[in-house]
């Protein structure tokens, strides 16, 4: 079977899952704001990544437009936000991306990176209004996926880890036996 990862990534988490799956997989990797659909389409499996924006995967939009072409092909999608992995956090993001005809794609979450500092000037400025936000709630009431926010505060964060590709890379081998 021949692959290709698509991700789409800001500050470097979905590239590094990407560069992962690559190096375990041999498939090519290709940002998605550079595929063509008609490349893309040539390839047995199709794995798309992206980090997450207010719930929103980044590059999922590629998806959406080129869904009919890719109908007979195996179709991941994964996602990577600052949050610990939760199934809530999940269920919101699948159900703010992968509606309609994306609603039976596999989609796994891994969780990315977090810099404050390292971001841009409206991304740290939203960031910085989210941290502040949190820090006016009961901790008591803070969900076990905020604290990482509030707790990393301006502290430069990685929490990816090659271990949480297990079961993506699980599910492509089984369509290769
Ligand atoms: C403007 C903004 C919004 C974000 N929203 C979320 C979010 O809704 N959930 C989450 O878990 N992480 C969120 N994050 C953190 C990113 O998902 C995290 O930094 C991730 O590593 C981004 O992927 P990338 O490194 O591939 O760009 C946000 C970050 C920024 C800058």
Known sequence: MTGIILYQSKYGASKKYAQWIAEETGYEMLETKKADIEKVKKYD????????????????????????????????????????????????????????????????????????????????????????????????EMKAWEKPFFEAKGKKCDWTKKSYLTPLLELINKGEE
């Open 45 to 140: 499996v199709i794995i798309i990544g992206g980090g997450v924006y207010a719930s929103s995967i980044a590059g999922i939009a590629f998806l959406k437009k080129n869904i009919d072409s890719l109908s007979e092909k195996k179709v991941i999608v994964y996602c990577c936000g600052a949050a610990p992995y939760d199934e809530e956090v999940l269920k919101t993001i699948k159900n703010k991306n992968l509606k309609d005809k994306l609603a039976d794609i596999p989609c796994f979450y891994f969780q990315g990176m977090w810099d404050l500092e390292g971001m841009n000037f409206t991304d740290r400025a939203m960031c910085k209004m989210y941290v502040k936000m949190l820090e006016h709630k009961d901790p008591a």
